[in-house]
């Protein structure tokens, strides 16, 4: 027979039906199977192959069912431990906060470590003032996210110009008015976890809608069961004592990790701060405490125009008080309508102020920003004085010890009177700092350029808007910056708070864009100091006044203060004789 082409052959080939060879039997070996088996799909059921197919494939499926059976179980059973699981909750709400402050600090750390490499750059302020600006940003969106103790730290460190730059003290501004607001159900379950009883045991009405929140607590007005006195009932966020360790710790890890990286910019003594004073601010029976010492340090000087709302009784997380209100320091409007004379509040706080830091045993109050002050209209003191000035939030408080406040009211004097060689001398008193480090202290404690504060005319003078921009544009540079905290790390932390306390006066008083400018309040500040230093020369006279030596000392020690005291007073009768002709200076302006 003669064979068939090639192409033919393939062509049969191909047109053969071809035989369906299931898996089963493709697994077969070889030697088990001499031909391929043809079936159709009911003859492969019934075959053995076909039954071991089927059954694995039924295995498969259900093993696949298990598998997601057992999935959605894990998931269900997750999501309702994660749900209804105190402890899981908090497990992973931890991880975020701590994931959020993580991940900004390493993006900011590695933003810097690259930054501050292209210092020979002709455009390198621009670049590290856009670093500063991106960090300060990208920080602010994790403080919000994070809430807690993060708004406190963002508050505080809005206010340390002397020690950042402005685009990071700008850039925390917002904070000082964002504050967290607690639903009127948790403050409830928390008082019944603290107390036992519910809210309505104590308060026959409670207004739901806080009139003030801050960063740690927000304010209700209430009525009292007992007695039906309206009340300002002051709560703590509930969720603090869930995250405050861990917020401390977060802020230590920070401080400490910056400090790794940037050896020059030591901020750890902050940390240090925190760790002492949030506790005491946590414990409302602490602030009950400090707001009843001081008023009652207060009562002995009636002539400041001081109130601080009576404390009714404190839990640790609740405070109840006085009910007192009014307007803050920078409402000029309510000022002018009511006749109330901004330089006279101006005055009185200065004097308040300045009778905590100098005053023998006085306690400070360390944190008045407008939102802890209130100004009242009080008809019973006679104008331009009539007016009370109320203060809040007793929190923060600290006491000075005897030396540094002499030493403190010495530097003061030196300032004032422009004696550079006793401003170096108490500046190494307070801190040990040598000659090198003193400007930065004096340009700190000041506010002040160095050069103004050793010019003729001193600090006395207003600030000018140059004046700000050279001592911010020179931390924006980075080292001045370095210098100054490298400098604060080594001064006692409680000078440190009395350079807040400065520096918040100081903007309040800006913000009432007084008529006189600074003048009036440096010769208060200069009679305060001035007491200090008599009261420290009569402490030290030993033996009888009427010795010669010791008559000597006292009069000597008696006429530097009556030279203050009595400049101080003729420049007040100039002001109300002035007053009383209708004789008005232009209102400073507010950038002044």
Known sequence: MTPLPLWRTFSALSRQPRPWICRECLRIPNAQVTQPRAFTTTQHFRSQAGKRTWRKAFKDTAERRKVAITVTLVFVA?????????????????????????????LCVNDYYWVLKKDAD?????????????????????????????????????????????????????????????SYESIEEMVLHDTGKHMEDYFSDFDRRPVGAASLAQVHTATLRSTGEKVAVKAQHPTLD???????WLTRFTFSTLRYWFPEYDLTWLADEMEESLPKELDFREEGRNAIRAKEYFARLPTHPLVIPAVIWAERRLLVMEYITGHRPDDLAFLDSNGIDRDEVSAALSRIFNEMIFGRDAPLHCDPHGGNLAIRLNPARAAPRNFDIVLYDHGLYRDIPLHLRRAYAHIWLAVLDVDEANMRKYAYEIAGLNDDEFPIFASAITGRDFRVVKSEAGVVQSRSEGEKRAIGEALGEGGLLSQVVFLLAKVPTVILLILKTNDLTRSLDEKLQTREGPVRTFMILAQYAARSVFEESVEGIRGSLLWPGNLWVYGVALASYAKVAVKLRVYELYLSGRRRLGWRAEVMPAAA
Request: aromatic fraction near 8%; proline fraction near 4%.
């Open 78 to 106: 997750g999501s309702t431990a994660l749900a209804f699981s105190e402890r899981a909750r908090h497990g992973y709400l931890a991880a975020q906060r701590s994931g959020r402050v993580g991940v900004t600090l390493a």
């Open 122 to 182: 002709p455009n390198y302020k621009g670049i590290l003032a856009t670093c500063h600006k991106r960090c300060a940003d990208r920080t602010l969106k994790a403080m919000e996210a994070n809430g807690s103790i993060f708004i406190k730290l963002g508050q505080h460190l809005s206010s340390l110009n002397y020690i950042l730059p402005s685009e990071w003290c700008d850039t925390f501004v917002p904070l000082q008015d964002h504050c967290p607001v607690s």
């Open 242 to 248: 869930e995250w405050s360790k861990l917020d401390l």
